[in-house]
């Protein structure tokens, strides 16, 4: 758990000495003005906002000094409604915004305490920086205790269900920043097993000698260019109370060189990142599972690293997968789906109420949603299901279609399929959830309609490229962590 101490006040705080105080400065008659907040603002009262910086421009930030030797944070918050998801944000600005600071107050404009509770969940996600490798002159940030003021109150169950989130979504930067000298995956799967001690899910871990009895064809083939072997990672939670299953497959490739089809030096930079889905399946079966939702969860984490040696696959190499089907390899860079289509096999074959996959896996997602939007694909039932999660949690999906005439681009002429054809990026993304559907299996023999499944496409948001901003440093991200909490909360 985080070593932040979390309070929320409903009575405005003796305003004191080393604290910074948080409140939103919003635009009245042309200028700017402080918006409502149960602090006392008495002693910043007749300060002219304009003159000493303050802005209604969205997370911009003034520091001004208030009374008792206390210091003010004045941050815009622009001149539109702010639901949770702005609150997030700015509470999570404003802490990026005091790194100096073991005390921070935020009496932002919150008008349930929902509201409040995202105050204090941005401002957990928001003081993360990733110092590990930054050597010892780097001071890490100071922040001890966060007390959200407001007139609301969440309750107790509420407030650790941020906590839980907040950490898992800090777990799931650690892994993804970490330098892919250190994150292989064995690294990944020994991460998992001694953070699942204890938690109440059972981990296991597939080596090579297991993946090849069990006919994980797809991380076989990826892995093998990698002196360092692939796994498959497998975290389920299964308490007593469980009625529905949820299933969750991740990409975690914890390098993505393109194998053979090789990237361009540019296009390899990012690809430590390519590990984040697996790690974000991974952090939600933990969430769920402290969290106690009665709810059967398995995580299949497909782990490999795709190199380039003399042992790596081939371009027009074959795949046979565990459930019959066979993929003529025609890209090696596109293999984030070989590896997923062991996964979904493997989940299809527990017949879940729903399968989720989570990955980074076209470079198409960011060319058709930029870099804050996860794409979402599916069948009827998961996409609406991930939808309504999503916007229940404030995180940023698009739905995008599967047109059956893009089917037709993965047609093979040797085996059942290809995975992408080189040079052809048309729909790339839809491509993508094309291939991955053809290996989620049908409700049961009797009963063809396919199992619920949803794909999320985390290719742009997995990772934060350009400067800070809301509760986001740069690098992994750990989003749709917190839209997977809740697609298992309405699942039960
Ligand atoms: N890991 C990449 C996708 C990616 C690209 C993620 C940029 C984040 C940033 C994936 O394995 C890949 O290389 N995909 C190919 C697919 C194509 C060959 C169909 C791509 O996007 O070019
Ligand atoms: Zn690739
Ligand atoms: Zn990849």
Known sequence: MTNVKSLFVTKAPVVSAGVAYVVGVTTKNSKPALASTIIETASIANLDLALVGAKSTLEHTARVPGANGSVFLLIGIGDEEIDAEALRRLAGAATRALPDFKDITLGLPVSNAGEALAVLEGALIGNYEFISFKGSKKQPRLLSTVTVASAFKPTDSAVKESLVIADAIRSIRDLGNTPPNDMYPQTLATAFQKVAKGSGVTIEVWDEKRLIAENMAGILAVGKGSSRPPRLIKIEYKPRSAKKQLALVGKGITFDTGGLTLKPGTGMIGMKYDMTGAATIGQAVLAIAALALPIHVTGYLCVAENMVSGTAQRPTDVIRYRNGKTVEVTNTDAEGRLVLADGLILASEQKPDLIVDVATLTGGARIALGVRYTGLMGNDFGVETLK????????????????????????????????SKLGDPTGSMLVGGHFLKEFVASKSPKDKTQIAWAHLDIAGPANNEVAPYGYLSKGATGVMLRTLVETAKALV
């Open 388 to 419: 309504k999660a999503a916007e229940a949690s404030g995180e940023l999906v698009w739905h995008m279609p599967l047109p059956a005439e893009l089917r037709t681009l993965l047609n093979s002429e040797t085996a059942d399929l290809i995975n």
